[in-house]
């Protein structure tokens, strides 16, 4: 059944599932309707969750969740969107989706929708997908969209730099200081997150993540989203912007403890993104690589095409044997006509 753009703009959760499974299958039809809908775009605010294996990523992205759903001081619910992303079974072991228990006090909200997707281990058709679907999600009305990542180190600053802010989650006790830095993705985080904070160690935990951000560069951290990617400024930073250094907090997700700190630390930092017009910045930076990824996808696509019939597979093939290196290979792939030899 065709998918109306109507339908999920209206919230139609059935309309909005069938959309999502289109864009994970990049089919023609989804494409065209996220064309549709991208004038709608652009309200949501979107979180990244981030950080090693262990750190209870899927735990406080479930509190999370539930405290914007049920504030504390009183404030209007946010609609809220959960792309989770794994490297193969989604959500296994001890995982947003897989643990019910957990999970009983979101289900049945429709206010609440949560999808996960594999990465089937392609990074850049996986940042697309991604793409695509927060953008279905902003398109229909979610307030606050979050993405968490598999925490596997260059995965997560490739699908980071969707989000206008970042959580890098640590917890004490994983046999590293600081598994984070060894990943390579402390630089990306607005906030960080002692997760499991009611564990032994977690004070060596906070103390290396502290020396770690004095250590840093003063300007670091400011272009963080922008230093990945080429994007063009809307205009040039002044000199006396005040620099957002990312605050610490502890949490402990499977009771809850600290989650209520911690949104108000989102809040503080997507008041500090507009207040200096990092936000414009950061978005700028997120469309064009979302445009930069596209035209890479199309170029590929049509250069494969224009390949003479099983020449691709006998240039591999020469590869495989070690008769020509792999650069070798690229320069005869991209050059405008076959070579022989």
Known sequence: MPVA????????????????????????????????????????????????????????????????????????PKRVAVVAVDPSSPFSGGAVLGDRIRMHSLSGDPDVFIRSMASRGSLGGLARA????????????FEIILIETVGAGQAEVEIARLAHTTLVVEAPGLGDDVQAIKAGILEIADILVVNKADRPGVEQTERALRGMLQLAHPGKRQYHHGRLISAPEPEEKPLNEPEWVPPIQRTVATEGNGVSELLALIDQHRDYLKQTGELARREAARLTAEVDLLVEAGLVDRWRRGLANGWYQEVLARVMNREISPRQAAAKLTASKREEG
């Open 5 to 76: 753009v109507e339908d999920v703009l209206a919230g139609n959760r059935l309309a909005l599932a069938r959309l999502l499974s289109q864009i994970e299958n990049d089919t023609a039809e989804g494409r065209q309707i996220l064309n549709e809908l991208f004038p709608h775009s652009g309200q949501a605010a979107l979180i990244g969750v981030t950080g090693a294996p262990g750190t209870g990523k899927s735990s406080l992205v479930n509190q999370i969740a539930y405290h914007y759903r049920h504030p504390a001081d009183g404030r209007q």
């Open 130 to 141: 991604t793409a695509g679907l927060v953008q279905a999600f902003d398109a229909a009305g």
